[in-house]
């Protein structure tokens, strides 16, 4: 029967009643004729757009929308955790921006050569089988989207209207990031390279493991694991001095805090994420939950009994000298206690849910986090500098003066600032920057031997500059002793193409 026609007991109707029409199920005709009585319902008006005499789009206009399905976004099953979090598993994600082939879009892209270019389904969705290379490409695509997408979004909402560029972005060069999911084969690491304009992620049987590839550990798989690798090109490409081994201690330790909390307000951006870490605590971040655990799966492999790191921890800058791992725990345990701080201070299950309260106060600290590392030095960061400018954010923010104090309070109970006297009543209001406490040592060297593969990629150490100077000195001395000839350019001196300079 065809949509509209009518049904056998309508004949009868009496002819002063209007007939009962067939409503046909949401089929594909359905669902088109339905958008052409939507756009008939609410014509553009003349003069906003290239308009025909019935007021519709003309078919240029229309040809310069996205194509369906891609208009909608698309779905992807993804590990919303790591993978040992059995609690959480694997989970539908929806992706709101066009997601073409690969996956990849204007700023996120396959790295090639590597797995196969995964392919939408009808409903333009990537919706794969576990445990597959389509899959972690799927999930790994979708890590980085979000974390992007989280950044963004945490700018526009302070009103700071400017794209997250990569390191590597100028007017003529705006090529997108390259993924590579199975980027390390055997190898136990996971990076990010400026130079390579890459996150490549590694995998590996952990020794003493029986049951062979089943045993298999894939870096990409990790939730955690793949939002600190992108968390260091986000910040990369804020502040590219930080990166640099030559930098003081707690310049790195920044870098690295910012991808362990980076991991952790990615969680809690997902409102399913922030109901499950409420249902296991009751709501008392302190208690034992997989939030404050990075990396879990990853750390079991290496003999742990928990994650790689944990940020509900209580180390102090006294206590961990200049080993950048141990440095950023300090500012992570810091800022994880402002969270827990910021919650409890705004918590009344009364009033509202415990999981939308959690998810509100950590977009604010996340957003409050960017500002304040965006306004710090642009080299020679420490983690007082990130403190001062996050209480003057605060304060311009008009956040209640606890906010201010739970700041105040963590860091200066971790050596990071002195606990300023309590100001007089007739003080004014701006109050006087914090003084550090501990600092990185005069000519203090980064320690990174314990940090992440990006930390201990020779291109942020500077080693071209020494293979250089070594081949130079050579020059000059055949120069010198009449050993002259052609000139022949070091490999390590001749540019990437394509690629900037480091600062």
């Not at 669902?31 to 003349?46: D, K, T």
């Not at 062979?212 to 992108?230: K, L, M, N, Q």
């Not at 106060?361 to 986090?369: D, S, W």
């Not at 105040?408 to 100001?423: G, I, K, L, T």
Request: proline letters at 9%.
């Amino acid at each position: 029967m065809e949509p509209g026609a009518l049904l056998p007991d309508e004949l009868d109707t009496p002819s002063d009643q209007p007939p009962v029409r067939f409503i046909p199920t949401p089929s594909a005709p359905y669902q088109q004729q339905h958008r052409i009585a939507r756009l008939l319902e609410q014509p553009i008006e003349p003069g906003d757009a290239t308009t025909t005499q019935s007021g519709l789009p003309d078919e240029e206009e229309l040809a310069e929308a996205p194509p369906l399905p891609y208009a909608f976004g698309a779905r992807v099953l993804m590990w919303k955790q790591d993978p040992s979090v059995g609690e959480i598993g694997t989970r539908r994600a929806y992706l709101p921006g066009p997601v073409l082939a690969g996956p990849r879009d204007a700023r996120i892209a396959p790295g090639t050569p590597g797995i196969d270019a995964v392919e939408p389904n009808a409903f333009g969705d990537f919706v794969t089988q576990p445990d597959t290379p389509q899959f972690d490409a799927v999930h790994t695509f979708a890590v980085v989207r979000q974390t992007l997408t989280m950044y963004q979004r945490a700018l526009l909402a302070a009103g700071l209207d400017m794209p997250l560029p990569w390191q590597w972005n100028t007017s003529m060069d705006t090529r997108p990031l390259a993924v590579f999911p199975y980027g390390l084969p055997n190898v136990m690491n996971a990076f990010y390279s400026r130079t390579q304009g890459c996150l490549k992620f590694g995998d590996f049987i952990p020794n003493g493991i029986e049951g062979g590839e089943a045993a298999r550990v894939y870096t990409c798989r990790s939730f955690d694991i793949v939002a600190h690798e992108t968390a260091h090109a986000v910040l990369d490409g804020l502040k590219p001095q930080w990166l640099l081994a030559d930098a003081p201690p707690q310049t790195g330790g920044l870098h690295e805090a910012f991808g362990d909390l980076t991991a952790i307000f990615l969680a809690l951006s997902q409102l399913d994420q922030c109901e499950a870490v409420v249902a296991q605590t009751k709501a008392h971040l302190h208690d034992k939950t997989y939030l404050s655990d990075i990396a879990e799966q990853f750390g079991m492999a290496l003999g742990g009994t928990t994650g790689l790191r944990n940020a509900d921890n209580d180390l102090t800058l006294g206590q961990a000298g200049t080993q950048v791992h141990a440095i950023s725990q300090v500012f992570t345990g810091a800022m994880y206690d402002v969270l827990a701080d910021m919650f409890a201070y705004e918590r009344n299950p009364t009033f509202d849910d415990c999981a939308a309260v959690l998810h509100r106060v950590a977009a604010y600290l996340r957003g409050l986090l960017l500002r304040a590392l965006i306004a710090a030095p642009d080299s020679a960061a420490s983690y007082v500098d990130v403190v001062n400018e996050m209480l003057r954010i605060v304060q311009e923010d008009g956040k209640p003066a606890a906010y201010a104090g739970f700041i105040r309070n963590q860091f200066a109970r971790r050596d990071v600032v002195e606990q300023p006297p309590p100001a007089p009543a007739e003080a004014s209001a701006t109050a006087a920057p914090l003084a550090p406490k501990v600092c990185d040592k005069p000519g203090a060297r980064q320690d990174r031997r314990a940090c992440c593969g990006t930390m201990n990629l020779p291109e942020y150490h500077r080693v071209h500059r020494m293979l250089d100077s070594e081949a130079q000195a050579l020059a000059r001395w055949c120069a010198a002793n009449g050993r002259l000839g052609e000139c022949v350019v070091p490999a390590a001196a001749v540019p990437v193409a394509g690629v900037a300079e480091e600062p």
